[in-house]
């Protein structure tokens, strides 16, 4: 079969430069065109390329690049604010599209371009690629074999650095992200719905701006982006899950730990640690799995590997026209659990979740 397939990338800033490092690791992913109006990513980029090999034309529109290149896929790692609008003339060409995370930053505009994707022929997926970390995928490969039975508590905690610095600063301000919860956990509420398989029904969350940016100006503003919160999900089976977010914690060992406890144990993954401990109930003794990430896919990326994998996915999807594994709706539904969380710091109240078969 023929896996070719050609790619082009709008927005090449510290995200599309990881996905051009991902299609250079991908048999038959072939880059042909780069679009980005900042003149210093273009460049960057281009340099990139060259080192890669990648023999791909430049663009500084996206709409230009499109009629152009014609690529076969086009992978989008514009800032969160601009997703809605950049994503709808690819989706024009009818091509395949890889939106990054988050789908959009407001849940209305999130619901409409998953209502577009649900009668989009070409392929669709939503960068929610931190199921694709092989410890991770791994660790909900046991969870749904239900070593530990039904999953009653679920917690995510990632314990970090602050944001970094983007290009435009536009990761300073809620309005250009959709808040922390959303920018950011939109990962953490996918995989919450994941691991459970199930959908959230209540969201109750306390957070705040404590200590990061607190000192920064943007044309005379202060950034307004929190920095910690714990947020609590029911979901409609009865389990619950919760997540515990700070990012002024660079010194912490363990970037991300998730735990599953069920009736029968307690399974646990963390990150880089990148091993599974089983402890089961009867106290038999904790049992550890390794779990070992190709070297080249943890260099080509930040997200352990992830980005790669994800890509690997797409691609395979694109050559045998299957469906997308992270679709329209799980975008959307990543966002609206987000903004729920967003609005309960907001409001200090619960919010109640609700989706219909069709959203
Ligand atoms: N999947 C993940 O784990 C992950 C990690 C980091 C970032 N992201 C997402 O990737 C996207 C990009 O983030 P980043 O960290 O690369 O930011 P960045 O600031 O480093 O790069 C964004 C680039 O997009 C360009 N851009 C701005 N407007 C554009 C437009 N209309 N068309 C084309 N390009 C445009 C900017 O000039 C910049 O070069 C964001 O949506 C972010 O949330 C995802």
Known sequence: MNERRTYAIIGCGMMGREHMRNLALVPGAELIAICDPDAGSLKAAQQQAEILNQSVRLFDDSAAMLAAAKPDAVIVASPNFTHFDVVQ??????????????MCTEPADARALAE??????????????YRYMPPVTRFAERVHAREAGDIKMLAIREHRFPFLVKVGDWNRFNRNTGGTLVEKCCHFFDLMRHILRDEPVRIFASGAQDVN?????????????????????????????????????EGSQQQEEISAVGPLGKLEVKL?????????????GAVIEPVATPQDALDAGSHHGASYFQLSHFHRALVNGTRAQVDARDGYRSVVMGAAAQQSIATGQPVDIRFDEED
């Not at 982006?225 to 002024?248: E, T, Y």
């Not at 091993?275 to 106290?283: F, H, K, L």
């Open 89 to 102: 003339p690819v989706m024009e060409t009818g091509c395949a599209v890889l939106l990054e995370k988050p």
């Open 116 to 129: 577009a994707a649900s009668v989009y022929p070409g392929l669709f997926w939503v960068g929610l690629e």
């Open 213 to 249: 940016h607190l000192d920064e100006l943007y044309g005379g503003e202060v950034p307004d982006i929190i920095d910690n919160a714990f947020v609590l999900v029911d979901f409609a089976g009865g389990a619950r899950a919760v997540l515990d977010l700070c990012m002024f914690a």
């Open 272 to 284: 880089p640690a990148a091993e599974i401990i089983w402890s089961p109930r009867d106290r038999s």
